[in-house]
């Protein structure tokens, strides 16, 4: 049996150890609070996402329809020989520039000069026989007042004299014929433009007609076509109502290396009929070309415009974001926060896009960052304008800078 004294002993030591390990784990719960009361007091507040705002833009626009065209010329001459023979001369550089009326080939005239000298000698002898006959004439009408010669012999005169006439005109009809076919040894450009290369060189013998191939081609310069397939609806919104009105409809032009519309014409020509299979109808403007930079074939940048000028909301396309089918912006309220908004683009303007709903005007919103920013996030903005307002005020600089 333990006396009182051992259990006495034994009473004291279970509550020493009792009270270290109270004293051990009272230290570590408090080391572990310490600790993340520590990591709390030192955790930073989140910054504002640094990102570009610009105000939405409002102004007046035209609608405009964009299409892909052609170019064409507005005369194209095919140019043939119009009498066969030798090539003497070319006259022309390929490509270059050409008047109305200057010689491009010529065809050895001697052949054709030799026919003018012969036509104008049988000229000759037919005059001389028509004046011969008219005097034979004239004798025969005195003797036949007085009874001095027969009727018959009479009328045989009268006949010869309307003969040797007719001979007359045959005769110069064939010496304005030779010297016509002399002109055409000459070819000359039948309108002003553009040269192709000489398709027949010297020493070649052509043949008039349109069985050989042209010598060269010529093209005008001073104005261009632009064909382009015009949808039915924008025809019967747009186009229909002006030609009826007798109005133009405002065309641009642009070309595949260039941003905007950089020439501005007119429609010339619409079709007589609405393509079934397509649903188009052929549509033709006419630019002016003066600089000669508009060649035919060139694809051309068309957009048609139409309607009133009305009031419309513009935004940079880069502060577009795009969410499933739904497509947003992100605002900044007056407290700096990117606020979620949707909304509904239309037509691209001058580089900005239409907002046809969700936006007003003096908004600001993200048009640069918007990948780095949620909704509701706070922002460091940095104001900007639109991109195009930017590039218009960057145009009037000089080239240094310098205002």
Avoid: C
Wanted: no cysteine.
């Amino acid at each position: 049996m333990n006396s009182p004294t051992t259990l006495r002993k034994r009473f004291a030591l279970t509550a020493t150890v009792l009270a270290v390990i109270a004293l051990t784990v009272g230290g570590t719960i408090s080391a572990i609070g310490i600790s993340a009361s520590s990591d709390a007091h030192a955790a930073p507040a989140p910054q504002a996402a640094p990102v570009d705002v610009a105000e939405v833009v409002s102004r007046q626009i035209v609608d405009w329809q964009a299409y892909s065209g052609r170019i064409e010329a507005v005369d194209r001459v095919e140019v043939r020989p119009l009498v066969g023979g030798t090539l003497t001369q070319v006259h022309f550089k390929d490509g270059a520039l050409v008047k109305k009326g200057d010689v491009l080939f010529t065809i050895d005239p001697r052949p054709y000069a030799a026919e003018v000298a012969r036509a104008e000698a049988q000229l000759a002898g037919a005059e001389a026989r028509a004046g011969y006959t008219a005097s034979d004439l004239a004798r025969g009408q005195r003797l036949l007042g007085d009874n001095a010669i027969a009727k018959r012999d009479f009328e045989e005169k009268q006949n010869a004299s309307r003969e040797a006439a007719a001979n007359v005109a045959a005769a110069k009809a064939a010496l304005r014929a030779a010297r016509l076919n002399l002109e055409y040894t000459q070819i000359m450009a039948p309108v002003a433009g553009r040269i192709s290369r000489a398709e027949v060189t010297v020493g070649n013998v052509v043949n008039p007609g349109s069985a050989g191939a042209p010598l060269t081609t010529l093209v005008s310069v001073a104005k261009v076509y632009a064909s382009f397939d015009v949808d039915e609806q924008s025809f019967l919104k747009y186009v229909n109502p002006a030609r009826a009105a007798g109005t133009s409809v405002p065309v641009d032009l642009g070309l595949a290396n260039e941003d905007g519309y950089s020439r501005k014409g007119r429609v010339g020509s619409i079709d007589n009929r609405l393509d079934t299979a397509s649903g188009t109808i052929r549509v033709r403007a006419v630019f002016d070309n003066a600089d000669g930079q508009l060649l035919p074939g060139l694809y051309a940048r068309v957009r048609l415009g139409g309607g009133a000028p009305h009031d419309a909301v513009l935004i940079d396309e880069k502060a577009v974001g795009t969410d499933q089918d739904k497509r947003f912006v992100m605002v900044a309220d007056k407290d700096n926060h990117a606020n979620y908004r949707q909304v509904h683009t239309g037509a691209t303007q001058d580089g900005l896009v239409i907002v046809e709903s969700g936006l007003k005007a003096g908004e600001r919103i993200v048009v640069n960052g918007l990948q780095r920013i949620r909704p509701g996030d706070a922002i460091a903005p940095t104001v900007v304008p639109m991109q195009t307002e930017a590039k218009s005020a960057d145009a009037g600089k000089p080239a240094d800078g310098k205002a």
